[in-house]
């Protein structure tokens, strides 16, 4: 009989973390119960929604949780409503219904782009939104639309609910306003002015990937002069940001694609990027501009030549 010798990979070798550390995992079934959860267990415990970002982190390692609160039962957080002037969305909404719906794709394009352009079909089918904002990677897909659609999130934990606007919701990679007892319930967009278009753009090194950069926008034109135009920016800081100072520039001029271009020079004054893994500070900078004057010109487009694929 021949004897294989088998020697561990040097991939064995170096990665040796594939179980996480022990934790005690609980499955409610109600929101009420997950509240408790959360009260009791609180900075000790983590929720897992679809667990693509929180298995891969507790893999690696990189929290390491003594509780873990399942909330997939929860199927009350899982909902699209569109409620005449707004929509809800429950946060345990999948990527992928988010995909399938009339009421995102009618009124809210740059969500839908950010929809198509996240991550891949397995991904959307098991990842949800609240799991990306709450997740708050700089370069979360979903925060740029829902920061120039004006959204606000609902966060529920035993003592009642708040709601807070997205545009405050980040704190820093991974941080968040949300306390340890609480849990994203709710995300509502207002439907836009009639006459508004948005659209979002992605640079990623693949289809799959993660931003190098991103943004997105909302504008409205009257008589040909900029109503108010909103811009957000991912990957570019320690969080996903508005860009105040260019959107202030661009109001009340006159929407061509000089005075667009011109004026977008001041995104890079509003943003901080850095180098790492997936790009360069300098090519974030360069190609922010480049996208948000994009943008711009898309979302009007919309407005102009209809929106509905
Ligand atoms: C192959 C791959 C490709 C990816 N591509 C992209 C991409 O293109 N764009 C992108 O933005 N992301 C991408 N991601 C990241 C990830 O899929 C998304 O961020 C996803 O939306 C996370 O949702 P989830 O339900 O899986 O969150 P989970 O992993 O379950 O949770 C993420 C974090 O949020 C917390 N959390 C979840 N839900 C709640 C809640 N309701 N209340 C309080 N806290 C909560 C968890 O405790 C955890 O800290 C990718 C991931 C993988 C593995």
Redesign the pocket.
Known sequence: MTQVNIRPSRHNLYNTHIIPVRFEYFAPSSLEEALELLNKYGSEA????????????MKMRV?EPKYVIN?KKLKE?SYIRDEGGEVRIG??T??RELERSDVIMKYFPALYDAVK????TQ?RN??????????A?P????APPLMVLEARLILASREGEREVPITQFFKGPGKTV?RPD????EIIIPKPEPGTGSAFIKV?RTA????KISAATAVKVEDGRIKFARIAIGSAAPTPVRAWKTEEALKGKPFTPEVIRENVKLVETEISPIDDVRSTAFYRREVSKVIVEDALILSHERVVKGWMK
């Open positions: 983590k929720v897992l929604a679809g667990g693509t970002d929180l298995l891969v982190k929290v909330i957080l946060a345990l999948k990527w352009a996240m991550g891949g991904i098991m990842a949800t939104i609240g799991g990306n904002l709450c997740n990677s370069a979360a897909d979903s949300m609480e849990l994203l319930k990623a799959m990937d993660l931003a």
